[in-house]
């Protein structure tokens, strides 16, 4: 089975800094990769997904990760966060096998300060 | 193109009642899947749906059930509700084959509250 560790419930962080949301992830099989991220009252938008070839991955709204198979890990970047950036964010992951089955990890809500 | 309809968007019942939550997916898509999301246990997947089979089931109770009609559309149910089923029930549709080459499309869910 496959499990994903977010390691920052909550970031807090100023306008126009950069960000960096922290996702770890475990299994014994190949994974897919994904980030999701959830404004108030909404349901989950893709901000990217790593599916396979480079692992650099660049998403919607200027957001970055990059998967690192040997540390495990698929961290979301920003070079600078705007105050529309606050919301909560969701590293997943999915196996070939496992239909239509994401697993989420608890998710990180980023608060953008002015 | 319209994204993943889900209705109602709200929705109050009592204990032991049950209740059936609709949602349509985006246009071509042939997979389904729901979650379920509370603060607790955050985002846990329910099941999923392709060309009417499911495929796959999270580890819920048998009162928790689901449907796939022809033209894709999926419902799910659950009865004899209990307080703990309160939770934002997502939808999430993709093309199916290979589902994860193509990235999940996610419905604004349905907020269930039992009181």
């Known amino acids: 089975a496959q499990s994903v560790t977010q390691l920052d419930s909550q970031v807090p962080v100023f306008e126009e800094a950069p960000v960096e949301l922290r996702c770890n992830y475990s299994?014994?099989?190949?994974?897919?990769l994904f980030w999701y991220v959830q404004y108030p009252n909404q349901g989950l938008q893709l901000l990217l997904k790593y599916l396979s070839g480079s692992t650099l991955v660049k998403g919607i709204n200027g957001f970055e990760a990059e998967f690192n198979k040997s540390q495990t890990s698929f961290h979301l970047r920003k070079p600078s966060v705007h105050i529309s950036d606050t919301a909560e964010y969701f590293c997943a992951v999915q196996t070939g096998a496992s239909y239509g089955k994401l697993t989420f990890g608890q998710g990180t809500i980023l608060t953008v300060h002015p | 193109k319209a994204g993943v309809t889900q209705t109602p968007r709200y929705l109050i019942k009592t204990r032991g009642q049950q209740v059936t939550l609709s949602c349509s997916p985006i246009?071509?898509?042939?997979?389904v899947s729901w979650y379920q999301q509370t603060p607790g246990q955050g985002l846990q997947f329910l099941f999923e749906?392709?060309?009417?089979?499911?495929?796959n089931k999270g580890n819920f109770p048998g009162r928790f059930s689901g449907r796939q009609f022809s033209n894709s559309r999926s419902e799910m149910n659950v009865s004899t509700l209990e307080l703990g089923d309160s939770a934002l029930y997502l939808c999430a549709s993709s093309l199916g084959q290979g589902a994860a080459n193509y990235g999940y499309t996610f419905g604004s869910g349905t907020r269930l509250t039992v009181v």
């Open positions: 246009s071509g898509h042939r997979s």
């Open positions: 299994s014994s099989v190949s994974v897919y």
């Open positions: 749906y392709f060309s009417e089979t499911q495929r």
